[in-house]
């Protein structure tokens, strides 16, 4: 065969393979943490507590980890989507969670006490706060 029909073909065989690996990544499911298996428990306060000691050896603790708080909570900002526990303790809400939670009459309510489980999203120096992603709450 002449050497231009074997790039071609090995560049076509590379687009069909990127372009496979593209869909399939594009429908991969994220698993969310509120359906994972607890690694770390522990209270907001706690948990601040902690950070405020050492920064850097608490963030390589709870990196990747499905980590529960549990605290009161203290406010909701951008409608809905995070949860604010005891001032400190921000949880970005996992869109799934957030549409059946609320679509099967769940309510969140100020002052009332929760229990969080996300993934460790980092902490604020400035603002010493925690940051949670991917939660749900802890229902029993």
Same mark, same amino acid.
């Given at each position: ?27 991969? !499911? @994220?698993?969310?943490?509120? %359906? &994972? ?6 209270? =907001? ?5 902690? /950070? ?45 969670? !957030? @549409?059946?939670?609320?679509? %099967? &009459? ?6 009332? =006490? ?5 993934? /460790? ?20």
């Amino acid at each position: 065969m002449k050497k231009g029909k074997i790039i071609a073909i090995a560049v076509l065989c590379a687009a069909i393979g990127g372009f496979s690996y593209g869909v399939k990544e594009f429908n991969r !499911k @994220s698993i969310a943490a509120f %359906e &994972g298996a607890t690694e770390i428990t522990s209270t =907001s306060t706690d948990l601040i507590n902690a /950070f405020q000691k050492n920064n850097s050896d608490n963030s390589v603790k709870y990196i990747g980890k499905v980590t529960e708080v549990s605290g009161i909570l203290t406010s909701v900002l951008n409608e809905g989507k995070v949860l604010v526990l005891d001032k400190t303790i921000r949880c970005e809400l996992d869109a799934t969670f !957030k @549409s059946e939670f609320l679509s %099967e &009459g769940g309510s969140f309510k100020i002052g009332e =006490s929760l229990k969080v489980k996300g993934y /460790f999203g980092g902490y604020d120096d400035l603002m010493e706060e925690v940051l949670f992603v991917r939660c749900g709450l802890k229902l029993d």
